[in-house]
């Protein structure tokens, strides 16, 4: 089984929609996050947490929020889905180096 | 604050050739280095890390890359290239706060 788990994989959903990315891992990593991919523009930090009580804004946090309901789950939510929120999607984890070990990604479209 | 350049957006070798992929960083101390691979349709895997000691990194699947601090970079290599590394490759630095900032990656292309 993967260490880090993506649900839903694929996703489309239509303008002002609210939509959840959920992550799941067992690696037992305490640090969690959540990233956007673009083409041409790498990975943009977009949340992230170091414990279910620990929340911090990355780069590009306007119109995302997260929950870290325990050690292993980071869902990442869009309040109101717009078209410029059409990305890949990765949640990552990380233990005591700074070593990241991500998940498969979640390709969303917004219409 | 902390960055990665990785210069070439695109880079095409044959089947065979050497292989260099440029990255720069800029960090004021002794940085956390990586290289991420990430073939079509996956996520990032971890080819290789620099934290200390030996400049010269070994990673998987035939890659090195050199940490020279005189010059800010890490540069990856492989002595010969086969189809399956094309995919698009992730220069890091660790940001000394428990962050990443990925440089904007670099696709590499295989000619047969």
């Known amino acids: 089984d993967a260490d880090v788990t993506q649900t839903p994989r694929n996703r489309i959903t239509k303008t002002g929609k609210r939509i959840m990315l959920e992550c799941s891992q067992t690696?037992?990593?305490?640090?969690m996050y959540w990233y956007r991919q673009d083409p041409g523009l790498g990975l943009q930090l977009i949340y992230y947490?170091?414990?279910?009580?620990?929340?911090n804004k990355g780069e590009i946090s306007d119109g995302y929020s997260v929950s870290r309901q325990a050690q292993a789950k980071f869902s990442l939510s869009l309040e109101s889905a717009i078209p410029n929120q059409t990305a890949l999607y990765f949640c990552?984890?990380?233990?005591?180096?700074?070593?990241?070990?991500f998940g498969p990604g979640t390709r969303l479209t917004v219409l | 604050a902390q960055s990665v350049t990785q210069p070439d957006i695109h880079i095409t070798v044959s089947e065979g050739a050497s292989l260099e992929l440029r990255c720069n960083y800029s960090?004021?101390?002794?940085?956390?280095l990586f290289w991420y691979v990430q073939s079509p349709g996956q996520g990032l895997q971890l080819l290789l890390k620099?934290?200390?000691?030996?400049?010269l990194v070994q990673g998987i699947k035939g890659f090195e890359a050199e940490f020279k601090r005189s010059q800010s970079s890490f540069n990856l290599r492989k002595p010969s290239v086969h189809w399956s590394d094309a995919a698009e490759y992730f220069c890091?630095?660790?940001?000394?706060?428990?962050?990443?900032?990925f440089g904007k990656g670099t696709r590499l292309h295989i000619l047969p």
């Open positions: 990552a984890t990380s233990g005591t180096s700074d070593e990241q070990f």
């Open positions: 690696k037992g990593h305490d640090r």
């Open positions: 947490s170091f414990d279910v009580k620990d929340i």
């Open positions: 960090y004021g101390a002794t940085p956390y």
């Open positions: 620099y934290f200390s000691g030996d400049t």
């Open positions: 890091a630095v660790g940001a000394g706060d428990d962050k990443i900032i």
